[in-house]
T-cell receptor, first 115, second 112 residues
Framework: GESVGLHLPTLSVQEGDNSIINCAYS??????FIWYKQESGKGPQFIID?????DKRQGQRVTVLLNKTVKHLSLQIAATQPGDSAVYFC??????????????FGKGTHLIIQP | DGGITQSPKYLFRKEGQNVTLSCEQN?????MYWYRQDPGQGLRLIYY???????QKGDIAEGYSVSREKKESFPLTVTSAQKNPTAFYLC???????????FGSGTRLTVV
């Protein structure tokens, strides 16, 4: 079936280094992707999104890259800080006409920032 | 401030009991959703609603029920038919046609 997944369950990086979190998707019809950050005991927070007609989108310290050829999505976090420690989820919605029939979430990558 | 509020934060249920989780939003969002999150897992959709008095089953609706009597409220009842209810439950909302969901802070349900 269709799935959205992440390559690594845990990623440990040194404070100040750049982090790259990866996500693979299987539905070639997916046209919208989102990255969420979830801190322990809290709900997910929107970080950045990208539509399938784009390859790259930048935010503040974050960049999302989309490679439709290999159905791969990545989130790059520059100069990681202790506050970046969280679980990061990618999500997709390949349905047209609205998001109310639900995003499909990956299992998440736990980003650990080492001092 | 606008937002989405879930209560309670922690909930304990005895076997055989029904419990109801509250979700309220003042964002004027049309669509609301309930997700279940298990340790090390992604979010799985339980139910969603696009309009008052209407809702649809998600991927794991068995053992759950919802109502949408008001635009602002979308309570979830975990019934005794749900055999493994211990999980973290997340409510979200969005404008109709939008994918940028706003999530609540979650309710952790434990069976005792």
């Amino acid at each position: 079936g269709e799935s959205v997944g992440l390559h690594l369950p845990t990623l440990s990086v040194q404070e100040g280094d750049n982090s790259i979190i990866n996500c693979a998707y299987s539905n070639s019809a997916s046209d919208y992707f989102i990255w969420y950050k979830q801190e322990s005991g809290k709900g997910p927070q929107f970080i950045i999104d990208i539509r399938s007609n784009m390859d790259k989108r930048q935010g503040q310290r974050v960049t999302v890259l989309l490679n439709k050829t290999v159905k791969h999505l990545s989130l790059q976090i520059a100069a990681t800080q202790p506050g970046d420690s969280a679980v990061y989820f990618c999500a997709e919605n390949s349905h047209s006409g609205g998001g109310a029939d639900g995003l499909t979430f990956g299992k998440g990558t736990h980003l650990i920032i080492q001092p | 401030d606008g937002g989405i509020t879930q209560s309670p934060k922690y909930l304990f249920r005895k076997e055989g009991q029904n419990v109801t989780l509250s979700c309220e939003q003042n964002l004027n969002h049309d669509a609301m959703y309930w997700y279940r999150q298990d340790p090390g897992q992604g979010l799985r959709l339980i139910y969603y609603s696009q309009i008052v008095n209407d809702f649809q089953k998600g991927d794991i609706a068995e053992g759950y029920s919802v109502s949408r009597e008001k635009k602002e409220s979308f309570p979830l009842t975990v019934t005794s038919a749900q055999k493994n209810p211990t999980a973290f439950y997340l409510c979200a909302s969005s404008m109709l046609g939008a994918y940028g969901y706003t999530f609540g802070s979650g309710t952790r349900l434990t069976v005792v």
